[in-house]
């Protein structure tokens, strides 16, 4: 944009040859400088986006930090160079989280190009979920980028499963120590299981419906779509072991430890969907109207219903404190009756309050 | 050490500022916030502790809960921080101005150095009303204690928000008002079920001193009871 390398007050104010009153506190006034400018470059880039004529493919350094870091920084600088460009302002308020991270803009994405280096992964997914799209939709590379996914899904839900099942070494039940210290791998088995299983279990409905409805995705398309929305809810419950292990360290109560991971879950797969939603709507080259929104949210449910029965089976997952050590419980009962009776066990007194 | 004193100050007062120091960064600027942080909190809570002090049950008496609650103060809302740390950097990536890990990790000490502050300022009051409750005035003690910390927290909210709003302009990225209020009740629900653990915070005259009561049940659980006995 209109900026020259004249305009920079910053480092001059440092050098201290202006006769202010701020002199005496050079950091402040720097802080008061990048304030001004980077209000200067978003006036800038609001006029050049209300002209459509002419889309400016602006240097993504000179967006970010316009002073603090001159056009050589830029490698150094990734957190926000890369950002600022991949979040194109043209998309106005009220879509989905991951619409307004930048998916379905006016200009296309890049495909994403995942670094070396499992955490590097992580973080790239958690940043440009929008050039994940994009790589879903121009089914480019996407045998290596399912791999990725996969290795993020696997890593991220053992772990949670790890300090899910060592929720049950804290809450004094009357199991024995083998019985729990095997339910913690146990159970660091299970979660992985959950999200691979469920994902194995929509895929073929999802890829004959979709090749019916005239969407004609490839088969690696549909397991990438699917990997990356296992990754992305893997991560988000990763995200939240901490606070599961810091509670099942503090209360010592089975429902509330329950109900709490039911809750995260839930997070996750929220979190989840609106990915898969986001980019399914990035794919479709028309736009969804009519059959085939109905078709998307049928999805949805359908997947939500296979989640949420395959938990039910594969349970024991924290174990219950009253009940020895089993693999899998017998088939009994359902996932929605059993939540209910927690919260009503946890919020009704002993004596039916 | 003044010199960032006034920094500090200064983006708390002008969240114009606070955003650019949170994006920016200054050397050393977290390992001061993190002592400023405990610093201010533990003052708050040597004002919360002195009311169960007494010269009569010896020399340990006189000075011991005073010192155990200064302590768990800022242990409260910093380990609370620390749990909740990767949960929040998650969400900021998902909702929020996606911040790097260290500038999440500044913006969240800046603004609970926010609330400290508030909170540090009405330590002289607390510790007049400590020094001058008599012994059964227990209850009206810890009122007066939910009462400050509620005006303090209503204090320093105001500002948060304006850190946020300021920190996701200067990204360039919109933080949208939700992000806030998410993070805000994550915080709360891991830092209500942390005090709830650090129990007993003031002390009553009617038993022998504790500094930690047993771990069992869960704040929510508490106040479901409470509120079933109550009605």
């Known amino acids: 944009m209109g900026k020259s390398k004249d305009d920079k007050p910053a480092p001059r104010r440092r050098g201290g040859n202006g006769p202010k009153a701020e002199d005496d506190l050079p950091v402040e006034s720097a802080l008061d400088a990048a304030v001004a400018e980077r209000r200067i470059s978003r006036v800038i880039r609001r006029a050049a986006e209300v002209e459509p004529a002419e889309p400016e493919p602006a240097p993504a350094c000179e967006l970010a930090e316009p002073e603090l870091a001159p056009v050589a920084d830029c490698p150094n600088r990734p957190e926000s160079a890369p950002l600022a460009s991949l979040a194109p302002q043209t998309r106005s308020d009220g879509g989905t989280i991951f619409e307004q991270m930048g998916a379905p803009a006016a200009e296309p994405l890049e495909p994403a190009s995942f670094p070396r280096g499992f955490w590097g992964q992580i973080d790239y997914l958690l940043n440009n979920p929008g050039r994940v799209m994009a790589s879903l939709r121009a089914d480019e590379g996407l045998v290596e980028l399912a791999r990725v996914l996969g290795l993020i899904t696997v890593v991220m839900s053992v772990a949670y499963g790890a300090v899910m099942g060592a929720s049950n070494l804290l809450l004094g039940s009357t199991m024995p120590l083998w019985g729990k210290l095997v339910l913690v791998f146990v159970t660091a088995l299970k979660v992985p299981a959950l999200f691979l299983l469920s994902a194995g279990i929509v895929y073929s409905p999802i890829y004959v419906s979709n090749a019916f409805m005239g969407a004609r995705h490839s088969w690696r398309q549909v397991l990438a779509l699917l990997l990356s929305t296992t990754a992305i809810s893997a991560t988000v419950l990763a995200s939240m072991a901490s606070v599961a292990f810091f509670f099942a360290l503090t209360s010592t109560n089975y429902d509330f430890i329950k109900l709490l991971n039911v809750a995260i879950f839930a997070y996750a797969g929220i979190i989840g969907l609106q990915f898969l939603l986001g980019a399914v709507r990035l794919m479709d080259p028309t736009p969804m109207v009519g059959r085939r929104r109905n078709l998307l949210v049928l999805w949805l449910l359908l997947y939500i219903f296979v989640g949420t029965q395959l938990a039910w089976v594969l349970r024991p997952f924290i174990g219950s404190p009253n009940e020895e050590f089993q693999l899998f419980r017998e088939r009994r009962g359902n996932f929605y009756e059993s939540v209910l009776h927690s919260a009503g066990r946890m919020f009704v007194d002993e004596d039916g309050r | ?231």
């Open chain 2, 1 to 231: 050490m003044m010199r960032r004193l006034q920094l500090w100050w200064g983006a708390l007062v002008r969240p114009d500022r606070g955003g650019a120091l949170v994006l920016d960064g200054q050397p050393g600027l977290e390992l001061f916030l993190l002592a400023l942080v405990a610093l201010l909190y533990g003052v708050y809570g040597a004002a919360m502790g002195l009311f169960r002090c007494g010269w009569d049950e010896g020399w340990l008496m006189a000075w011991l809960p005073t010192a155990i609650s200064a302590l768990k103060l800022p242990f409260l809302y910093l380990f609370s921080l620390a749990v909740c740390f990767y949960p929040l950097y998650v969400l900021n990536l998902m909702f929020g101005p996606r911040l790097r890990p260290a500038q999440c990790l500044r913006l969240l000490l800046l603004a609970i150095s926010a609330n400290a502050a508030a909170i540090a300022s009405y330590a002289p009051f607390s510790a007049f009303f400590a020094l001058t409750t008599s012994r059964q005035g227990y209850s009206f003690l810890v009122l007066m204690h939910v009462a400050v910390l509620g005006l303090a927290a209503l204090a320093s909210l105001v500002v948060i928000g304006l850190i946020f709003r300021a920190t996701g302009e200067a990204a360039g990225r919109r933080a949208r008002p939700s992000f806030m209020v998410v993070w805000a009740l994550l915080y709360a629900f891991v830092g209500t079920q942390m005090s709830w653990v650090l129990r007993p915070w003031i002390g009553s005259w009617t038993g022998p001193y504790a500094m930690l009561r047993p771990r069992g049940g869960s704040f929510i659980e508490a106040v479901w009871h409470l509120l079933g006995r109550v009605f």
